[in-house]
């Protein structure tokens, strides 16, 4: 009796557990990605859009804080024509509401992380808007190829973005940029860590013309935007600098004075080989001149190039 007993309540605990589950999974959870882009794509084709617009979607979502906070940012403002808000509302990002709110509980499209959706269908939603000139490089950027989904760095559903807030916007670059992140913290470095600088200053997230996704042409343009001084024309060039910075300089941290990616004379050595006396790299009893103070740089600190009639050594 005991043993029957014990067995029904276990049926029934059960019982319970499999209705709460099935009363927490949405109906197309079963589906793959592949099957739910289809599925939204017939939802599209189809086009039933709710005459009510947001105040259909806000019956069932008005308690999650993170859906009400789309009218705290642009993209939830009336005022403005370019909002999807002024426009299809929620639908305008989410599609078709369709039979979503009555028996036939049908997907809506789904952004970030948990969406089962690939990031090119997410982000196909995204350029529908956002198509502008400064898009423009975004399929044949490193981020597009790696299938990065805009939602992965954007937040819509907030009064502030993270990735344009100056801020956060080097937070939002480092919490994938691991390697960028420590060298920012390093002893010699731009005033990235203390956000008075910001990675976009440099380069462009959404993919550019150029190297590393730069927004100058060139590293020594990106360079030369703020350090005019090492522009020229000058008299006496050093091979090195007009070629490429990061041959010497690590722009985004160092260990090293200056940035610089190894410390003088082993930094120089990787190009001048011994001649005579810059080869002394440990110096010799009573401190000399070759591997004391800044070394090489004692006597050739105009090493970025010269002007002077005599600077063809750098020394002057």
Known sequence: MICRLVKRVLVGIAAL?????????????????EQLEQKLTEKFTQGQYSPKGADS????????????????????????????MAGLQC???????????KGGKEPMIAFGAESKLSAS????????CHNDPKQMAWHTSTHNLEEIACADCHNVHSAKDSALDKLTINDTCTSCHSKEKADMNKRSSHP????????????SP?????????????INDTCYSC?????????????????????????????NDDLLNSRAPQLCQQCHAPDGHASRVVPEPGMDAFGGGKSCLNCHN???????????????
């Open 91 to 101: 639908e305008a990002c989410h599609g078709p509401q369709g039979k979503h709110n």
């Open 206 to 218: 959404h993919g550019s013309m150029n190297e590393s996704a730069l927004n100058k042409p060139t």
């Open 17 to 33: 557990a499999w209705v709460s589950v099935s009363v927490n999974a949405a109906p197309w959870d079963h589906l793959t990605g």
């Open 302 to 316: 105009k090493i970025h190039g010269s002007n002077h009639p005599s600077g063809s050594l750098f020394q002057r």
């Open 121 to 128: 269908a997410q982000n196909s939603v995204c350029q529908g």
């Open 57 to 84: 979607c806000l019956m069932c979502h008005r308690k999650n804080e993170a859906v009400m906070a789309i009218f705290d940012g642009v993209h939830g403002s009336m005022n403005n024509k370019q909002s999807p």
């Open 227 to 255: 350090h005019a001084e090492k522009r020229g024309p000058v008299l006496w060039e050093h091979a090195p600098v007009t070629e490429n910075c990061v041959t010497c300089h690590n722009p985004h941290g160092s260990v």
């Open 192 to 203: 990235l860590k203390w956000d008075q600088m910001t990675c976009i200053d440099c380069h």
